[in-house]
């Protein structure tokens, strides 16, 4: 058998580590061959490969990226694209179809499976941990673990100059690494897309705090919007998803702070760092477990299924069920963080 496998969507720590497991499995124990498609859903429309083995995949555990390269490519958005997938993986002799990604990526290939017969197994990847079907993705913990980390440096840097520091954080429509990073860096206001935020009460917190002589730490998610106003846009472009591009609410939000509170404020977008770099020891146990089963899953010949870790179980999904519905941040858990608001 010689199966495909490919990376979508916003890079992030593990991908590599998924390959690995998926190739080493593959080869060691099933014999399989496999091709790598460059560039998500790009390389596969358009043929571009890369050849997949042992020696490819050696030493990449710890590299973040991918290895493959990534794109936001959707198939569907153009009008021959199934053709040409279908095409292209009978001229490469590509039996099964292993995709690697997040909402849009594993969207296309559920679509692909049910409506095309294409036979594919999805693995779960995203930073911003919004994928319904699984208890956590890989990626998330080193996004966290970046974002923190800034935030303990920048405590100290606030309190030097007694001023205001933003925090954006990435996470798209999901408020996870928000919540997750502003609670382990100890921020005095943490603000996300599931609960709209009053910007008063937001100055009342930030206030509170100077009059306790410390410099407060607001975190908050690109994707929260104030009660009563809209979405802050980085510009009105969209992807082939139809995605807009968020950032800019963290500069939006200091510029109130400053002129509602009188107290300088500054702003700290974390942005691609909290994507890059080296994933954390349990992104790595993750992903290598998550490619060891879906391997599992092309063996067992489980088409339109997405592993997926429940507990400390690696079980099988739908990938329909999969990509129905994001996971956001239930209000109790939001509340159990104000209590260290202002």
């Known amino acids: 058998m010689r199966v495909g496998v490919l990376t979508g969507g916003g890079d992030c720590p593990g991908l590599n580590a998924v390959m690995r497991a998926v190739v080493r499995k593959g080869v060691g124990r099933y014999g399989y061959d496999f091709t790598g498609f460059r560039d998500g859903w790009r390389g596969l429309l358009e043929g571009e490969t890369v050849r997949l083995d042992v020696a490819a995949v050696r030493g990449m555990l710890p590299r973040g990226g991918t290895l493959l390269g990534s794109s936001r490519t959707n198939p569907f958005s153009q009008e021959d694209g199934v053709r040409r997938i279908r095409e292209n993986l009978?001229?490469?002799?590509?039996?099964?179809?292993?995709?690697?990604?997040?909402?849009?990526?594993l969207g296309v290939a559920a679509r692909l499976t049910d409506e095309y017969g294409v036979r594919c197994v999805g693995v779960p990847k995203t930073i911003d941990n919004d994928l319904s079907a699984t208890d956590y993705t890989f990626g998330f913990n080193t996004a966290?673990?970046?974002?923190?980390?800034?935030?303990?440096?920048?405590?100290?840097?606030?309190?030097?100059?007694?001023?205001?520091?933003?925090?954006?954080?990435?996470?798209r429509h999901a408020g996870w690494i928000a919540l997750h990073s502003g609670l382990a860096g100890g921020a005095n206001c943490i603000l996300i897309p599931e609960q709209r935020f009053d910007v008063d009460e937001v100055c009342s917190w930030v206030t509170s705090r100077f009059r306790a002589s410390y410099a407060p730490i607001v975190v908050v998610a690109e994707g929260a919007m104030p009660k009563g106003g809209e979405m802050v846009l980085k510009d009105g472009s969209t992807d082939s998803f139809g995605h807009v591009r968020l950032s800019g609410v963290g500069e939006?939000?200091?510029?109130e702070i400053e002129s509602r509170t009188g107290k300088e404020a500054r702003t700290t977008v974390l942005g691609h760092v909290q994507r890059g770099g080296t994933p954390t020891a349990y992104d790595r146990w993750l992903a290598t477990r998550f490619g060891l089963h879906a391997i599992d899953a092309v063996r067992d010949e489980d088409w339109g299924s997405m592993v997926a870790l429940r507990g400390t179980d690696i079980v099988r999904v739908p990938l329909s069920q999969a990509t129905e519905k994001l996971k956001t941040v239930a209000p109790e858990l939001y509340e159990e963080a104000g209590v260290f608001f202002g």
Do not use: P
């Not at 009978?90 to 990526?105: M, N, Q």
């Not at 939006?252 to 510029?255: D, S």
């Open 90 to 105: 009978a001229k490469y002799e590509v039996d099964a179809l292993i995709a690697i990604g997040g909402e849009d990526t």
């Open 144 to 171: 966290v673990t970046v974002a923190t980390e800034a935030i303990d440096r920048l405590h100290t840097t606030a309190e030097s100059h007694m001023r205001v520091l933003v925090v954006e954080v990435m996470g």
């Open 252 to 255: 939006w939000l200091a510029k």
